[in-house]
């Protein structure tokens, strides 16, 4: 990761890639997902708290990428990330804040551990 970057967690990496760019926002309930229009998801990277956020799955093919802090390679959510091809960080430990509207970069080069950082100076919406 370069260097305006401020690391702020790891997780599972369920694909290998390279890094995935995109602006963060939180998804806490199924509330969260029914008020989007789809259009506002572009480049987007959603951030989630349990591993079977299965909620997620009428919009998992319109995000960038996905961060949850829990679940397992075997969890719901990995099974339909894996499906749709979307990016995913599971089991995230998060040491520090990210916040909707972050800009938020994953290095995903890694086939076992992601890490997950906050573009430096970021404003927090």
Known sequence: MSG?????????NLFTADEVRGTARWFNDTSDVLSIDDDDLDGTIAFVSKGGMTF??????????????????ESHLAILSRESDVPCVLAA???GTVSDGDTVVLDLSDGETARIAVAAGAVTA
Do not use: H, Q
């Not at 093919?61 to 397992?72: F, R």
């Open 4 to 12: 305006d970057l401020n690391e702020v967690g790891t997780g599972v």
């Open 56 to 73: 997620l799955s009428p919009i998992l093919p319109d995000l960038k990428a996905i961060v949850c802090t829990a679940g397992s390679r």
């Open 93 to 95: 430990e998060l040491a």
